[in-house]
């Protein structure tokens, strides 16, 4: 086991940031903690590194407890914080240089070491351009190779890809996968749970500081009754045909809005095929059609009663 | 790992732009400025001597006593300081004179001395004063001696050692200028601009001010070794920036530091470290918002050498004689004063003295910046 968080109990005054959170991560794993903004997962974060103090709880860290002189286990941590933590005035490879040389002192290994990061991240071509002269996707990938430049086995990654544009979010979540198959375990936090869904072997959804659920994606999925989603373009249907639909076993809910039908069924059925068929006997015409499976967001909605973002964005497949 | 700590911090310092031009140009800009602006405040050589006249007629030759003191304080008693460039002629010609401009004025001996000029400004104004302390210690003596002949001897003595006195006060080391007030001023704010450094120490070494610093609190370095091979870098940096500007005033400005330049570095590698160590203290222990800390830091700098006699010297009198505890405590006048010390007084008592106030500053600083700052952790982010 590589990190043990028991009953961690974190405060803000009046305000319960954790609340008895605990958890473990083995080695190896691609550990996703999942919550909206403000759910704790950077204070949880935070607190495992020592930089927070905190109320009640215990953490143990490859083994020890974490401590701000634990040196040794620090040794072996990358972090790649949220803000991006750079010199303004360093340039890409002086800045990955400096935060390596906290971690390793031979100057021919971290030469080595940094060049592997910057080309880890791709920002070969960019190595002596000074920070404000970076996208903001590239300032992004030199704010996780100053955290990883140093080959740590155990990496924090704190939304380490807010603001950044689909290329280079493609290029870290690609690095992180790369990253956990060279051994390193990784804890990622993200309110994104595509991101979330797409690379984490094992996933603790947070919120209020509490956690809600835990396990594989597909665990987690299980654990609510929700199947699949169809949705349908749909330019007029009736009242009596709307009823139609909800009094279908396999239904669990059904709603229109702005053109666009969509019908939930409960966990287990697979109704697309019988949506058809209804469609023609009604003579209902339709335009297109989406069907997606229950994502993350409907896990957090039917345990929250709240959406994980404002915006949902499902990963729909369309027909 | 140090040592790497410690290069990279002179690099990120000297890539600072804006930070240069505070610490480095500026000052040498407002030297600058203030050469031009005050540039005849310090010439006092030029007033001197000054062309005068005396009619030479019988009451001149009858009074000894005034003939000699004019001679005592004219050219021709070659003296380099010399008060007065004299001519004796007679009243038509003193008259010519004055009107073409060739004299400030003319005496007209007689039981009623007569200055006369033709219009009022600083030389007439020494005149004036020059006759008026002649006249007056004249008649002091004429008193004495009618009424006590025996005290004359005494009197006269006295008037010597005053006469001693006031020469040893005036000529002392340097003579008084009020630019190099200005200059002394400047160079201890320049000094306390340092204290910008050491904002940005502290800046990147609480975990709880900035991200950066957290990064550097997550990695395996204990942070008061990065902080001092930082802010010692910080340091080298300032001292250098402080040695331009030394320079500068020595060679452009012509501010002669002599024999006394060790120990006007000494004073400024104690300032510069002050001045870090006090942007520390107020990076950590002062509550606020970076744009906050920083005006505080300009305003001890700022503030600070108004005190010290930065573009008006008369308050830093003014301020050491009404309200003595604040030029005592005012770390910004301590150093100037340092300064003023070295170049004006004989003796060190005074440098020292300053200085020693300087260190105990930055041994409260430091040790109130360790106190806050050896929190490893931190309440909040």
């Known amino acids: 086991m590589i990190i043990r968080v028991k009953e961690l109990v974190k405060r803000y005054g009046d305000l319960q940031a954790l609340d008895n959170l605990s958890f473990n991560v083995q080695k190896g794993e691609i550990f996703g903690l999942l919550g909206p903004n403000g759910s704790g997962k950077t204070t949880a974060i935070n607190c495992i590194l020592s930089l927070l103090k905190y109320d009640k709880g215990e953490i143990e860290v490859f083994g020890k407890p974490m401590s701000p002189d634990s040196y040794s286990s620090k040794r072996k941590i990358g972090v790649v914080m949220q803000e991006v933590a750079v010199f303004e005035v360093l340039t890409v490879r002086e800045n990955i240089d400096y935060f390596c040389g906290l971690y390793v002192q031979d100057a021919e290994r971290r030469k080595h070491l940094v060049q592997e990061a ?25 704010n996780i190779a100053c955290g990883i430049a140093h080959k740590p086995e155990l990496i924090f990654m704190d939304e380490p890809t807010v603001a950044v544009d689909p290329q280079s979010r493609h290029k870290i979540l690609e690095g992180i996968c790369e990253l956990n198959r060279q051994g390193a375990t990784i804890i990622y936090t993200s309110h994104y749970m595509e991101e979330v869904e797409q690379i984490c072997s094992r996933i603790m959804i947070l919120d209020h500081g509490k956690e809600i659920a835990s396990g594989s994606k597909e665990a987690l999925k299980a654990m609510i009754d929700l199947g699949e989603k169809n949705s349908f373009e749909v330019y007029d249907i009736s009242d009596e045909q709307l009823m139609k639909l909800r009094n279908m076993p396999e239904v669990a ?10 019908i939930k069924s409960h966990k287990g059925s697979n109704i697309l095929e019988r949506l058809l068929s209804f469609f023609k006997q009604e003579s209902l015409p339709f335009g297109r059609i989406y069907s997606e499976q229950p994502t993350l967001n409907d896990v957090f909605l039917e345990m929250t009663g709240r959406e994980l973002r404002d915006k949902a964005t499902g990963q729909g497949v369309q027909t | 790992m140090i040592e790497r700590i410690f290069f990279y911090r002179l690099k990120t310092i000297l890539r600072d732009k804006e930070m240069v031009f505070w610490t480095i140009f500026f000052p040498i800009l407002l030297a600058s400025l203030f050469r031009i602006a005050f540039a005849n405040l310090g010439q006092t050589a030029e007033i001197f001597p000054i062309p005068t006249a005396v009619v030479d007629n019988e009451a001149f030759q009858a009074d000894s006593a005034f003939r000699e003191m004019l001679a005592a304080v004219s050219v ?9 460039d004299l001519s004796r002629v007679s009243r038509e010609e003193a008259e010519e004179l ?5 004299i400030y004025g003319f005496i007209v001996p007689g039981v009623e001395m ?7 400004g600083l030389h007439q104004s020494i005149l004036g004063l020059l006759l008026d302390q002649y006249l007056q210690a004249s008649s002091t003596a004429g008193t004495v001696i009618s009424r006590n002949p025996a005290a004359a001897e005494d009197f006269m003595r006295e008037l010597e050692l005053r006469t001693s006195y006031i020469r040893t006060e005036a000529i002392g080391k340097n003579s008084p200028d009020r630019l190099f007030v200005f200059y002394f001023a400047l160079l201890a704010m320049a000094c306390f601009y340092g204290g910008y450094y050491g904002l940005i120490e502290a800046f990147d070494i609480q975990g709880n001010l900035s991200p950066r610093a957290a990064r550097i609190n997550m990695s395996p370095i204990h942070k008061l070794k990065a902080l001092l091979a930082s802010s010692s870098a910080a340091v080298f940096i300032h001292l250098c920036s402080q040695m331009v500007l030394l320079a500068f005033m020595h060679v452009v400005l012509k501010v002669r530091f002599g024999a006394q330049l060790p120990l006007v570095i000494l004073a400024t590698l104690v300032g510069s470290t002050l001045s870090i160590a006090l942007g520390i203290f107020i990076g950590t222990v002062v509550r606020g918002s970076e744009n906050f800390k920083s005006g505080v830091v300009t305003a001890v700098s700022m503030i600070g050498a108004l005190f010290a006699g930065l573009m008006l010297p008369e308050l830093k009198y003014i301020v050491s004689e009404r309200f003595p505890l604040i030029n005592r405590i005012n770390p910004v006048n301590l150093l100037a004063d340092a300064y003023y010390a070295l170049y004006f007084f004989e003796g060190f008592s005074r440098y020292s003295q300053n200085l020693l106030i300087l260190l105990l500053f930055t041994v409260f600083f430091t040790a109130a910046s360790y106190f806050f700052m050896r929190r490893r952790n931190y309440d909040s982010l």
Do not use: C
Request: aromatic fraction near 8%; hydrophobic fraction near 40%; glycine fraction near 10%.
């Open chain 1, 118 to 142: 910057i080309e880890f991240t791709g920002l070969e071509g960019f190595e002596n351009f000074v920070p404000k002269k970076l996208s903001g996707g590239l300032l992004r990938r030199l």
């Open chain 2, 76 to 84: 021709d008693s070659g003296d380099s300081e010399a008060l007065l």
């Open chain 1, 253 to 262: 809910e059904v709603s229109y809005r702005d053109t666009m039908l969509l």
């Open chain 2, 114 to 120: 007569q200055l006369i000029v033709d219009e009022s």
């Open chain 2, 98 to 102: 004055l009107l073409d401009g060739s």
